[in-house]
């Protein structure tokens, strides 16, 4: 939260003493973002990196090749016509003389290896489209965080250069109070080191503010967008404490595809199988005989005899792919329940932090500020101590947006587990993608 000038104590001048205490009890009250016109929000971060990363164009060809293959997988090898002529030539006449030959062959599977190709190719296809979800899944989640780091990192800037503006602000009045003869030179010591290092963390948070903007417009390919809102949606998720484990595991994207693999292994097992029955190729065809001016009609039928080679091979092959899939889901099950735990505990206690700190910690230095702060005016207090209490309160300020930052992150890491259904409503991606 922040509060306006309105609620910031005053104090009463005291020379140039007096112009430091005005600019110090400015931070009384947590800073004000600067005001923006169109501040970037995290569901327009969502819609820009869905609609422009990579990642996902290149997920949907994916998936695209597979239906393709499917289409292919499962068609018929093309007749082929056969024309000959012989016995023409030489002592044998001319061409008027020959015995030609048109005949037509096609090729027929008999164990539905066609259509077993095409089921498995459809199989992959689906595993395609498993992971275009989770990719779609990974890509927000990792948006989202970019996002949040980077409101954190603008927040944190802020709060760095207001202490720095007050730490030079009030070493520049004690100088002249020691110039003056009315302070310690100790005193102006303690005030220097206390500005310059509020100059050096000021300058490495614009910096970390700077990276994170960048990294986050990385992620949609265009220009850092500057302001960022709070992720406010992510903070205030009450939802997620009803998130079980069972539901994670009918949810989670890279299980689907674990499952859907097992799924495409147990079709080409089929497949291999169907490969097994050899197919027959028929023929039909008409001859001439040149030299009586004849004709005939003839048929033909050719199909190999699986004495040494029915396909074992490639269907043992296959059942132990299909087995690995089979202990790859499993496995992929036990980390997802270890990774739920952990992602719950990091969530709950985030939770826990922020409240202690929002509600707590951060009113309660506030609080003290505010006396000191008072101690001050009525004399009672040096302009150092008010400065060590000011830095106290600064740092709680700068440990309650982290803590706010965490949470969010607890919420992305939980809801990308479950597929990102908020962070998909957000996008304005209804539900799962079945196709391209």
């Known amino acids: 939260m922040y509060s306006d000038k309105s609620s910031r104590p005053n104090w009463p001048g005291r020379g140039l003493a007096g112009v430091a205490c005005s600019a110090l009890l400015a931070s009384a009250a947590l800073a004000q973002p600067a005001p923006r016109d169109a501040p970037l929000d995290l569901a327009t971060a969502l819609q820009w990196a869905a609609q422009s990363n990579p990642r996902i164009g290149a997920a949907r060809a994916d998936v695209s090749a597979r239906l393709g293959e499917a289409r292919q997988a499962g068609l018929w090898d093309n007749p082929s016509l056969e024309a000959e002529a012989e016995d023409f030539g030489g002592d044998r006449g001319d061409i008027g003389d020959a015995d030609v030959t048109v ?32 990719e779609i899944a990974s890509l927000l989640g990792d948006a989202a965080t970019a ?75 265009g220009a850092p967008a500057g302001e960022v809102a709070p992720p406010s949606v992510l903070v205030n998720n009450p939802e997620l404490s009803a998130l079980t484990p069972e539901a994670m595991m009918r949810r989670n994207p890279d299980l689907a595809v674990a499952q859907q693999t097992s799924r495409a292994r147990s079709e080409e097992i089929a497949r291999e199988r ?48 299909e087995t690995g899939a089979r202990l790859d889901e499993e496995a992929l099950r036990r980390q997802l329940l270890a990774r739920h735990a952990a992602a719950y505990r990091r969530w709950s206690d985030a ?86």
């Open 103 to 134: 005949a037509v062959r096609q090729t027929i599977p008999l164990g539905g290896d066609r259509r077993r190709a095409r089921e498995a190719a459809e199989a992959w296809a689906g595993v395609e489209t498993a992971q275009l979800n989770a």
């Open 274 to 321: 169907a490969e097994a029955i050899p197919d027959i190729t028929v023929g039909a065809g008409i001859r001439r005989y040149g030299s009586d001016n004849e004709t005939a009609y003839l048929a033909m039928v050719e199909m190999p005899i699986p004495v040494i080679d029915r396909n074992q091979g490639r269907i043992a092959a296959a059942a132990a792919r």
């Open 147 to 221: 996002f949040v780091d980077a409101r954190a990192a603008q927040e944190t800037a802020r709060v760095r250069a207001e202490l720095q503006d007050l730490a030079e602000t009030a070493a520049s009045a004690i100088r002249q109070r020691v110039e003056a003869g009315r302070s310690s030179p100790i005193d102006l010591d303690r005030a220097d080191i206390l500005a310059a290092t509020a100059g050096i963390e000021a300058a490495s948070a614009l910096t970390e503010a700077r990276r994170a903007g960048l990294a986050l417009a990385a992620i949609w390919g």
């Open 351 to 436: 939770q826990q932090r922020h409240a202690a700190l929002s509600e707590s910690v951060l009113p309660a230095a506030q609080n003290a500020f505010s006396r000191a702060s008072l101690a001050y005016r009525e004399g009672a207090l040096q302009l150092l101590d008010l400065l060590d209490v000011q830095r106290t309160y600064f740092d709680t300020r700068i440990q309650a947006i982290e803590a706010r930052a965490e949470l969010a992150r607890a919420a992305i890491e939980l809801d990308v587990l479950f597929g990102a259904p908020r962070l998909k409503q957000l996008a304005g991606i209804a539900g799962a993608e079945a196709n391209p």
